[in-house]
């Protein structure tokens, strides 16, 4: 069976009723042009940033041939989300890291920032266990655009496996571990902002990871909802999402971007095409949007392996592929494209966090319940005519 595949030019995705907000220049120009949504939410503002990425922090930023994306997946939960700086006493120095990222914005030429994207793929959901149990050539025949298959629930919006839940509660006990022993809230490396994909998993993911350490707090954020950070649009049911009202009931702590349909009018029976640029340019939005409009520098990302591969190739970050529930932290520069370098103020520097976190003694941080690495799912053979 072969899988269909649509372009950007496609006619047949609905264009949803956004209503976007003008971002206008300053100095009396012309406003850019509000975005006109077509195809698969690629909409027809045109970029406003050139990017790249500070490749000296993070070993995940250094190129291939220095390190392998499957041995840092292998050895995930030893490496300190990557920080490539240590103190004397060889512990994580997140306090030299955040000082290099404000020297950074400190000595930034007017229309240049600096910030820090917390890149989360989320946890082990049932697509990817039949992924894992029937093999990928099988998920794309004949599995993909089921809702269920011998028992697991596919679709639409599915949650997590007991497997992805406990992954997520994994790299939660990791961000324990970096608060309580390595200083990181001290440093001022917390997230000041929280975003995510729309989809349960993405959620349940975040909540897990999130759920003692911020979102229990009387003042926590609210999660900033956009509808251009879900994964790959249309034919496989795991990628349609659920109605929002529903969504929102079960994660109350979220904030929907406005002009979002209650009900998924995106997905269609045709898969979108990420070699056709469409899913870059939905991602690009995304981070342009945070750029033009946030402030802060420490932005936390969780959604899904495609759109945080094409957020990478965005962003100018080699193409570093996470296993579920892992998290890696990006540092992109912006730059205004000529065009826009006098015309667009960005936003002041917000320092701080919006929330009151008080340091923690966590009771769950013994090594052994999150750092051993699950042995490899056994492959089931399932007899699929493949032609």
Same mark, same amino acid.
């Given at each position: 069976?072969?899988?269909?595949?649509?372009?950007?030019?496609?006619?047949?995705?609905?264009?949803?009723?956004?209503?976007?907000?003008?971002?206008?220049?300053?100095?009396?120009?012309?406003?850019?042009?509000?975005?006109?949504?077509?195809?698969?939410?690629?909409?027809?503002?045109?970029?406003?940033?050139?990017?790249?990425?500070?490749?000296?922090?993070?070993?995940?930023?250094?190129?291939?041939?220095?390190?392998?994306?499957?041995?840092?997946?292998?050895?995930?939960?030893?490496?300190?989300?990557?920080?490539?700086?240590?103190?004397?006493?060889?512990?994580?120095?997140?306090?030299?890291?955040?000082?290099?990222?404000?020297?950074?914005?400190?000595?930034?030429?007017?229309? %240049?920032?600096?910030? #820090? *994207?917390?890149?989360?793929?989320?946890?082990? =959901?049932? &697509?990817? $266990?039949?992924?894992?149990?029937?093999?990928?050539?099988?998920?794309?025949?004949?599995?993909?655009?089921?809702?269920?298959?011998?028992?697991?629930?596919?679709?639409?919006?599915?949650?997590?496996?007991?497997?992805?839940?406990?992954?997520?509660?994994?790299?939660?006990?990791?961000?324990?571990?970096?608060?309580?022993?390595?200083?990181?809230?001290?440093?001022?490396?917390?997230?000041?902002?929280?975003?995510?994909?729309?989809?349960?998993?993405?959620?349940?993911?975040?909540?897990?990871?999130?759920?003692?350490?911020?979102?229990?707090?009387?003042?926590?954020?609210?999660?900033?909802?956009?509808?251009?950070?879900?994964?790959?649009?249309?034919?496989?049911?795991?990628?349609?999402?659920?109605?929002?009202? %529903?969504?929102?009931? #079960? *994660?109350?702590?979220?904030?929907?971007?406005? =002009?979002? &349909?209650? $009900?998924?009018?995106?997905?269609?029976?045709?898969?979108?095409?990420?070699?056709?640029?469409?899913?870059?340019?939905?991602?690009?939005?995304?981070?342009?949007?945070?750029?033009?409009?946030?402030?802060?520098?420490?932005?936390?990302?969780?959604?899904?392996?495609?759109?945080?591969?094409?957020?990478?190739?965005?962003?100018?970050?080699?193409?570093?592929?996470?296993?579920?529930?892992?998290?890696?932290?990006?540092?992109?520069?912006?730059?205004?494209?000529?065009?826009?370098?006098?015309?667009?103020?960005?936003?002041?520097?917000?320092?701080?966090?919006?929330?009151?976190?008080?340091?923690?003694?966590?009771?769950?941080?013994?090594?052994?319940?999150?750092?051993?690495?699950?042995?490899?799912?056994?492959?089931?053979?399932?007899?699929?005519?493949?032609?």
């Amino acid at each position: 069976m072969s899988l269909p595949i649509a372009t950007a030019q496609s006619n047949g995705a609905i264009t949803p009723d956004h209503d976007d907000h003008e971002i206008h220049y300053n100095h009396d120009h012309e406003p850019i042009p509000p975005k006109t949504y077509g195809p698969y939410l690629v909409s027809d503002r045109r970029p406003v940033f050139q990017y790249s990425v500070v490749r000296n922090l993070f070993i995940q930023s250094l190129p291939e041939y220095l390190v392998d994306q499957k041995e840092f997946n292998a050895h995930y939960f030893s490496k300190n989300f990557g920080l490539m700086l240590y103190t004397d006493d060889d512990k994580p120095d997140w306090k030299a890291f955040v000082d290099k990222v404000n020297e950074l914005n400190d000595q930034a030429e007017p229309g %240049e920032c600096y910030k #820090v *994207f917390y890149l989360a793929r989320h946890g082990q =959901g049932p &697509h990817n $266990e039949a992924i894992e149990l029937y093999t990928q050539a099988v998920w794309e025949a004949e599995i993909g655009m089921k809702k269920e298959f011998k028992g697991l629930r596919l679709g639409p919006d599915p949650d997590l496996t007991e497997k992805g839940k406990n992954e997520a509660i994994s790299i939660g006990n990791i961000w324990k571990t970096q608060l309580q022993h390595h200083d990181l809230f001290e440093a001022g490396a917390l997230p000041q902002k929280f975003y995510a994909s729309p989809f349960t998993r993405a959620l349940r993911t975040l909540e897990l990871t999130w759920s003692d350490i911020v979102l229990d707090l009387p003042d926590a954020p609210r999660v900033k909802i956009r509808e251009n950070l879900r994964e790959t649009i249309g034919y496989h049911w795991c990628d349609k999402r659920g109605v929002m009202k %529903e969504v929102s009931d #079960v *994660f109350p702590w979220i904030e929907l971007e406005d =002009g979002m &349909h209650d $009900e998924d009018k995106i997905w269609t029976e045709v898969r979108e095409d990420e070699e056709c640029g469409s899913m870059d340019n939905r991602l690009r939005e995304v981070i342009d949007d945070i750029f033009l409009e946030d402030g802060e520098t420490f932005i936390s990302i969780t959604a899904h392996s495609g759109c945080l591969r094409c957020v990478m190739r965005v962003v100018g970050h080699r193409l570093f592929g996470l296993e579920t529930s892992r998290m890696i932290p990006v540092v992109v520069k912006a730059k205004l494209l000529p065009e826009f370098k006098d015309k667009i103020k960005l936003p002041e520097r917000i320092t701080g966090l919006p929330y009151n976190y008080t340091p923690k003694i966590y009771d769950s941080l013994k090594r052994k319940d999150f750092d051993a690495t699950p042995p490899p799912t056994k492959k089931v053979q399932v007899d699929i005519d493949l032609h």
